[in-house]
């Protein structure tokens, strides 16, 4: 089983609403992953969490927090978000996030379509 | 730095056409290379990837890419379109970093299968 799962798959939010969004894996992955992803544009990296663990932020505004309570689970925790905040945010999880796992397939979930008003 | 980039963001094709698509590579070290398909409001499938195991890979759906060094390039490619086969595709490079790795991808191609 290759699946990741993502909830929800729509969320329409206003600039000061909080909500979350989900992700969820049982592949026994240690690595897992967020993406924005633009239309039209190919997916940028947000953050990556290897063994529980934040490992890589790309500079992502204090907006969106992620979390990972455990190696199956990724939250991402989204606070004052703006309208250009409108986008895909696709979840990805591998084998071994670390050095180490070059050739990690990263596997992805079908996304959550968010829109900010 | 790695990189990789995509020649052609549309690419048009006739069904039961060859369809091609090109992806060159910036790296300086042996690159691990990705294609995946995107399918309209879904996430992104692995087609392949290549590791250095073989400069020709097979992928899932007919896809098949081959891996050139003299040209630094890792196009996509498929004997036959078929109608499932309209989509976005995106080749992606795997980058070291010291926190751990990281996919970069190039600008998508969009393609649209003509009957």
């Known amino acids: 089983d290759t699946e990741v799962t993502q909830t929800p798959k729509h969320l329409v939010m206003g600039m000061t609403n909080k909500k979350s969004l989900k992700c969820e894996q049982h592949m026994g992955h240690r690595a897992m992953y967020w993406y924005k992803q633009k239309a039209k544009k190919p997916p940028e990296l947000m953050f990556v969490?290897?063994?529980?663990?934040?490992?890589i932020n790309e500079s992502v505004p204090s907006r969106f927090s992620p979390e990972c309570p455990n190696s199956s689970l990724l939250n991402l925790h989204l606070h004052a978000l703006q309208p250009e905040d409108s986008a895909l945010y696709l979840c990805?999880?591998?084998?071994?996030?670390?050095?180490?796992?070059?050739?990690?397939?990263?596997?992805f979930g079908p996304g959550t379509r968010l829109t900010v008003l | 730095a790695q990189s990789v980039t995509q020649l052609g963001s549309h690419v048009s094709v006739s069904e039961g056409a060859l369809v091609l698509l090109r992806c060159n590579y910036s790296?300086?070290?042996?690159?691990?290379l990705f294609w995946y398909v995107q399918y309209p409001n879904q996430g992104l499938q692995l087609l392949l990837k290549?590791?250095?195991?073989?400069?020709l890979v097979k992928g899932i759906n007919g896809f098949e890419a081959e891996f050139k060094k003299s040209e630094t390039s890792f196009h996509l490619t498929k004997p036959s379109a078929h109608m499932s086969d309209a989509a976005e595709y995106f080749c992606?490079?795997?980058?070291?970093?010291?926190?751990?790795?990281?996919?970069?991808f190039g600008g998508g191609t969009r393609v649209l299968v003509k009957p």
């Open positions: 290549y590791t250095s195991a073989a400069t």
């Open positions: 790296s300086s070290v042996p690159p691990y």
């Open positions: 969490y290897s063994y529980e663990k934040l490992s």
């Open positions: 990805a999880s591998s084998q071994d996030g670390t050095s180490g796992g070059l050739t990690d397939t990263q596997y």
């Open positions: 992606a490079v795997s980058v070291i970093k010291a926190a751990g790795n990281k996919l970069t």
